[in-house]
């Protein structure tokens, strides 16, 4: 479930999120909660209740309590309050003690908080709108309502960040004492202010060798400290792997409310409208506001479903592979895996084949080799 609103756009971010609409922030609840109780109700009808309920964004606590609530009593309404994993992500200077009771209160029994580093002159420069403290504060009363299961979201590779400064953010999350921990390698993307800036020369990046060292330092370190890799950038505690995210991986269809929402659906894929106004305009009018994406190709399909699998610890598995392909892993893939194999890049059995820890270092060199068209 998508909530595209945010106090303020991180100079980093090409997310559908917008600031400065809070005035449209109350029509649009409205038409989420309304395909909650239409979209949702019928795919409960189709396939019951889901394993997980994901509200991401943007930034859905950004948005006012009251309205919050709302979203939490239609999907109560239709899914029940026994949703296996619910995951709300929050921002902390958003975030209040009466805000986590209401999450509770709604069923939510995950929280995902992006924090990204815990030095202010770092989140400053990022665009952030909170402190490190504030950061740690929001997590610690999230503890004291109750929440149990808690992931934080950390960069690295930020312009003056050093390894110094992220190896006090590691040490610091894992103080609070957090379950998940996702890390993610600041990437420059096209129309962010941080594309901008580097255009003209003002981003004060890591060097390559540099960012290289945060990443083998946290790759390192987090199992140290007790978070397994189980996918790329996502590290967790025994037990605490998001199932979300791993069906997400593993091919599980799935339903995406909100403008901007993706869904995957007896086997088709369909996007939202991004606008705002339009989904909001759609819904009420009782339109469509679902595109029917391209039907891959059956060599794209594959390749999705090598990228996505890749992805994950578990790597491809022959036999899903087959079950959705009609074709053997080797067939399709033989030579590649023996290549990447003797590369060191990728380990090779009767299950199937994944990453070696060089193999996720270097995933891009991995997962090139696994496009056929
Ligand atoms: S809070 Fe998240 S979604 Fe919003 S602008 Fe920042 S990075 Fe993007």
Redo the contacts with the bound molecule.
């Keep these: 479930m998508h909530i595209p609103f ?1 106090r ?3 100079f ?2 090409d ?1 559908p ?1 917008f ?1 400065g609409k809070e005035n449209r922030m109350e029509a649009y609840v409205e038409a989420l909660c309304q395909q909650v109780k239409i979209q949702g109700l019928s795919y409960q009808q189709k396939w019951g209740i889901p394993a997980t309920i994901y509200i991401g ?3 859905p606590t950004a948005l006012p309590q009251k309205l919050m609530k709302k979203i939490l009593a239609a999907v109560t309404e239709v899914f029940g309050t026994e949703i296996g994993e619910f995951t709300v992500e929050c ?1 902390p200077g958003t975030v209040d003690e009466n805000y986590f009771k209401i999450l509770r209160a709604g069923g939510v029994n995950r929280l995902s908080f ?1 924090v990204q580093s815990f030095q202010d002159a770092l989140l400053k420069k990022i ?2 709108i909170h402190s490190g403290a504030e950061a740690c504060e929001a997590v610690k009363l999230a503890q004291q309502a109750g929440f149990v299961n808690i992931s934080v979201d950390l960069m690295y590779g930020l312009p003056g960040q050093s390894l110094t400064d992220l190896q006090a953010s590691v040490a610091q999350a894992d103080a609070l004492g957090i379950q998940h921990i996702s890390i993610y390698g600041l990437q420059v993307e096209e129309g962010t202010a941080f594309a901008r800036m580097e255009e003209m020369g003002k981003l004060n990046l890591p060097t390559e060798d540099e960012a290289e060292a945060m990443y083998d330092y946290m790759t390192n370190r987090l199992p140290q400290l007790g978070y397994q890799r189980y996918e790329v950038s996502n590290f967790a505690k025994a037990g605490f792997e998001s199932r979300h995210n791993r069906s997400y991986w593993h091919d599980v269809p799935y339903l995406g409310l909100g403008a901007a929402a993706h869904s995957y659906l007896e086997g088709k894929r369909y996007a939202a409208v991004t606008d705002i106004e339009a989904y909001t305009a759609g819904i009420k009018a009782g339109q469509e506001i679902w595109e029917l994406e391209e039907e891959p190709s059956l060599e794209h399909a594959m390749e999705e479903f090598a990228f996505l699998a890749l992805r994950t610890a578990e790597g491809i598995s022959r036999k899903a592979f087959r079950d959705k392909f009609q074709q053997e892993l080797d067939e399709v893939y033989g030579t590649v895996m023996a290549d990447l194999k003797g590369q060191g890049l990728l380990l090779v059995d009767q299950a199937g084949c994944r990453l070696t820890e060089k193999g996720f270092k270097y995933g891009n060199l991995a997962f090139a080799e696994f496009i056929l068209s």
Excluded: D
């Design positions: 945010c303020q756009k991180c980093y971010c997310f999120s600031a964004g943007g930034t921002n992006g665009g952030r």
